[in-house]
């Protein structure tokens, strides 16, 4: 016991003085017959009215006296009882006596504190602590926010009303621990945990279910503060809120944002989190015996991804509409979570891509079963709208190796995959393997570059001829006459690779976002072009420029002011550009087409369509866009060369006389479709004929030669 | 010391020492001077008990300091230990350690706990038939009865489970005298009086001088000096409400110990604010609950 330890010699004299200095009485009673004050502090003597000398030897009986129980002075225990001192000079005052012994002395240390300080003191605390707990209690009796208060433990010594409402119990139920049986027994656990903290003097919070009176389930958050009571230990005081609406609200959005709205599969983000979570796992392929590929599975977990796009979908939402290819999307989702195994996992990427997740799969042929029964089950006929459909799709394989670092570098396998089985004919799967992600590699290599030639000229512009093939309208034959028009066709020459083929790298800047700066790089040079052979060839300049556009940039609201800025940049009217765009790309969507096309007609430009014939043009739609040119596809012309009829040709032909446009015929290599197409009475047409591809200063030369041979008509027409 | 004895004991006391006689048992002083002194021995046999209730008094005191000292009575740490995972405090099972077993009783049941043991009460053979059960009784119904009283609950219990040692320490110092005694009386008023006749005190005061020699606060033996009073005088309104609380225990405990018997006006003792449905409320529910606090106390 720390009361045994002696205080070091120096600290006597101190420890004299400061009982001395004491407010209050002290006493030092010598054993003996009777017992016997041995000294006392001033606040004693003050008490006893005498000095500390005349008291020294005085019975203690003289002095004090005592209520009832054992003995006062008790030769090893602590005595404390009422009694009251009587002074030298006949007054009496009531004390609270504590008589300690004095180990291994036949002494005792007694104090006495008035009465009224000591009871005063302890009531005026206690009233203070009843009046604060008082206060405390009324506050969070009109709390709103339940609120909660311990004793020990986890019994609790009030609830407010509030919690009471909560629960639907009342106050008294729910005190002690009646409060306990009311949470989710899952939750048990966590509550206690969280009383624990607060028990032990730190803040702490958890979100549990509260089963009601009603039967109900409320979500509560409990958030516990300690509490400590002086001589009683620690408790908690708490406040319990209902956050049942908004975490279920939360849950909801959490869901949404993690699943698709359609098909209620697991979306994009929720594939990403899903498979980095796969690809943390350990692998199982040792145990399996399995043996991986040289590049995949080898040294990744037992997971592979398959990578699903459904061919040919657009043609189903366009021909039978959008609620028809969500339909379709619902069946193809149904069916693939039927045939995954337990444990995999089906999620929408977006649009119509699927991502298979599977797991267990140790190599490339139990991904490629896997692969054969997911594609077999989407093939499989369905109706759509009263439309019995045929859906394909094609896929990609690609399982977890080494070499992948996360979600993304898994998915790209998988999606090169599928662009491979794509490439094979779709409706089949491909497994991603070295020569595929080459292909892949290749094509991002190519991709980088492009971008560098758009940005540094690389890409350059050819220009190809188109003639008159009709008489001179005026009769007037020796005049010369201006060249109708010249296209301008992209041309790049790969500084390792080569001339790359336009078909290649215009489709490479469709599918990568390049196809805006392509057709604006185009622009420029060919209206400079332009400008330059104004200047130099005066009224043999080519009376037209034909650009062509991509589909995509039909829906592109800043066409318009590319071109104009094009034109205004280098001097050109509008009325000398024209925008050749194909067939197909107009009939993918009419209305948008159209309204791009009015905008362009409006700034002075004309419009041209190309290819035409090979599309499925609505004539209805034809007759209504705001077109001047059509142009006839060149397989079309190709069929006079051989001694067909060119019924096809002829039909454009008429089509376009009669709707007021002019025909321009492609693809002319033989004197003899020339003299065909001028006998249909096609007004204008390009070939190697006349000219291949020429660069600006060519097409220059090209145009003073043919101006320097007489007769125009005879230079025009081979025949 | 021995001259020191206090001017009011009681009538018919004699010094022991001065008397120079043996052991008289009809003496009332002798078996308490008996009394106080085996609890002078205690500090001795169970040191840590006696520093526990030494420390509980600290208002600074933390549960992993007392824990700490727990630890070197492996008895009193054990039934610590099943206590705070009995049901009455809702964690069963779940207290592991020994400063969370102090920080979920509280310190005052510790001090409780620890003076039980520093008093040498263990299990049934050492206190007498249905002691246990009855003070679980009353420390649970004193709980319950706290929050419509507005006394403190934790210091209800406590009192309620304490309030009885006088009597376990009668059982052990006098057994043969005092087990016909219990014998010999039906209810709490005439052991009370028959405990006066023989040792010229009741249990309850001999449990308020203990819990002073041990240095409760003074507002509990006080209580319980209130409570001795009792009938022949009626706790008063102010500043005795935890006496009435203990009292109306008292009764819920009789009610169950002796369903037959005549039933106690709870509503005159309590000032209206308790009736016989709120007593036979806890008479139902009580027992259940103090049934768990007994397996942990005896073990």
């Known amino acids: 016991m720390s009361g045994t330890d002696a205080p070091p010699e120096d600290c006597r004299e101190a420890l004299q003085h400061a009982a001395a200095m004491s407010d209050s009485a002290l006493l030092l009673v010598r054993d003996g017959e009777p017992p016997s004050i041995a000294w006392l502090n001033p606040a004693a003597a003050d008490l006893l009215a005498r000095d500390t000398t005349s008291a020294a030897g005085v019975p203690l009986a003289a002095v004090l006296t005592w209520s009832a129980g054992a003995p006062l002075l008790h030769q090893v225990r602590t005595q404390r009882r009422p009694g009251v001192l009587t002074g030298a000079d006949g007054s009496a005052h009531a004390v609270e006596i504590t008589a300690h012994p004095v180990p291994g002395q036949a002494m005792w240390a007694v104090t006495a504190v008035p009465e009224h300080d000591a009871v005063g003191r302890g009531r005026a605390h206690a009233e203070a602590a009843e009046a604060a707990e008082h206060r405390f209690l009324a506050l969070t009796e009109q709390n709103p926010v339940p609120t909660v208060l311990s004793d020990v433990g986890m019994r609790l010594a009030h609830v407010n009303d509030a919690f009471a409402r909560l629960t639907g119990l009342p106050v008294g139920s729910l005190l002690g621990t009646g409060w306990l049986r009311l949470v989710d027994p899952d939750d048990l656990d966590a509550v206690i945990d969280c009383a624990r903290q607060a028990l032990e003097g730190t803040h702490a919070d958890v979100v549990v279910g509260f089963s009601t009176v009603d039967g109900g389930r409320r979500l509560v958050h409990l958030r516990l503060a300690p509490a400590h009571t002086p001589g009683h230990g620690p408790s908690f005081v708490g406040t319990a809120e209902d956050v049942t609406e908004r975490l279920v609200f939360e849950q909801q959005l959490a869901y949404q944002a993690r699943h698709d709205a359609l098909t209620g599969l697991p979306n994009r983000a929720a594939l990403f989190e899903q498979l980095q979570q796969s690809l943390a796992r350990p692998t199982a392929m040792a145990g399996n015996g399995g043996t991986p590929t040289p590049t995949a599975g080898a040294g990744g977990p037992d997971v592979a991804v398959l990578f699903l796009d459904l061919d040919n979908f657009k043609t189903i939402n366009d021909s039978l509409g959008h609620d028809a290819g969500d339909s379709m999307l619902v069946e193809v989702a149904r069916r693939l979570r039927g045939a995954v195994r337990d444990g995999d996992v089906v999620t929408r990427m977006g649009g119509d891509e699927f991502v298979v997740v599977c797991h267990g799969v140790v190599d490339d042929a139990e991904a490629e079963v896997l692969a054969r029964r997911v594609l077999d089950v989407c093939t499989r006929p369905l109706t759509v709208n009263d439309v019995l459909v045929h859906p394909s799709a094609s896929m990609g394989v690609a399982r977890a190796g080494a070499g992948h670092g996360g979600a993304q570098d898994l998915l790209r396998d998988a999606d090169i995959a599928m662009y491979d089985a794509k490439a094979r004919g779709k409706n089949r799967f491909a497994v991603c393997d070295e020569r595929s992600r080459d292909v892949a590699r290749d094509t991002l290599q190519l991709l980088a570059d492009l971008r560098v030639a758009i940005d540094s000229g690389q890409v350059t512009v050819a220009y190809q001829p188109v003639v008159h093939l009709g008489p001179v309208p005026d009769g007037d034959e020796s005049a010369p006459r201006p060249l109708p028009a010249v296209e301008a066709l992209a041309r790049w020459e790969h500084p390792t690779r080569g001339p790359v083929p336009p078909t290649e790298f215009v489709a490479l800047a469709e599918g990568h976002q390049l196809i805006t700066s392509l057709t604006a790089h185009v622009l420029d040079v060919a209206c400079a072009q332009m400008a330059r052979w104004r200047e130099d060839l005066g009224p043999l300049a080519p009376a037209r420029l034909n650009v062509n556009l991509s589909a995509l940039q039909l829906g592109d609201p800043r066409l318009l002011g590319t071109v104009t800025q094009a034109l205004e940049r280098h001097g050109v009217p509008a009325t000398g550009l024209c925008l050749e765009i194909t067939e197909s790309a107009i009939m993918a969507d009419p209305v948008a087409s159209r309204d791009t096309l009015v905008s362009l007609r409006r700034a002075g430009i004309s419009v041209a369509i190309d290819d035409f014939g090979v599309g499925y043009s609505s004539l209805a739609y034809l007759q209504h866009l705001p077109v001047d040119h059509l142009k006839i596809d060149r397989s079309f012309v190709a069929e006079l060369a051989t001694g067909g009829e060119g019924v096809v040709a002829a039909a454009v032909i008429s089509l376009a006389r009669a709707l007021g446009l002019s025909a321009v015929a492609e693809g002319v290599e033989e004197p003899v479709q020339a003299a065909r197409l001028r006998q249909l009475g096609c007004e204008l047409g390009q070939g190697w004929l006349w000219a291949r591809a020429l660069t600006g200063d060519e097409l220059g030369d090209w145009v003073r030669a043919r101006s320097d041979r007489a007769e125009p008509a005879t230079a025009e027409d081979p025949s | ?299």
Request: with cysteine; glycine share 8%.
């Open chain 2, 1 to 299: 010391m021995s001259v020191w004895r206090d001017a009011t004991t009681l009538p018919g006391s004699v010094d022991p020492v001065a008397d120079g006689g043996p052991w008289d048992a009809g003496r009332g002083v002798v078996v308490l001077e008996e009394l106080l002194a085996r609890l002078d021995q205690v500090p001795a046999q169970r040191p840590v008990a006696h520093q526990i209730v030494r420390m509980t008094r600290d208002d600074d005191m933390s549960a992993r300091r007392l824990a700490a000292v727990l630890g070197a009575d492996a008895p009193l740490t054990a039934r610590l230990m099943r206590l705070a995972n009995s049901a009455y405090y809702g964690l069963s099972g779940r207290v592991r350690t020994v400063p969370f077993a102090v920080t979920v009783l509280g310190f005052t049941t510790v001090r409780s706990l620890a003076l039980a043991a520093a008093a040498g009460l263990g299990a049934h053979d050492t206190v007498p038939p249905g002691f246990w059960h009855r003070s679980a009784c009353t420390a649970v119904a004193a709980a319950e009865l706290a929050r419509p009283l507005k006394v403190n609950a934790p210091d209800a219990f406590c009192l309620g489970l304490l309030v009885g040692i006088g009597q376990a320490l009668l059982h052990r110092v006098d057994h043969d005298a005092y087990v016909e005694l219990l014998d010999a009386t039906t209810d709490r008023v005439s052991l009370l009086e028959a405990e006066r006749a023989r040792y010229g005190a009741s249990h309850v005061s001999v449990s308020a001088t203990a819990l002073s020699a041990w240095a409760f606060p003074p507002d509990m033996p006080a209580t319980l000096r209130v409570v001795d009073r009792w009938p022949a005088s009626r706790p008063t309104e102010n500043g005795e409400t935890a006496a009435v609380c203990l009292l109306l225990a008292g009764a819920v405990a009789e009610r169950i110990a002796d369903p037959t018997g005549p039933p106690q006006d709870v509503r005159h003792l309590s000032g209206g604010r308790i009736g016989p449905d709120d007593v036979a409320s806890l008479v139902r529910r009580v027992p259940a609950m103090a049934a768990d606090l007994v397996r942990a106390v005896t073990g």
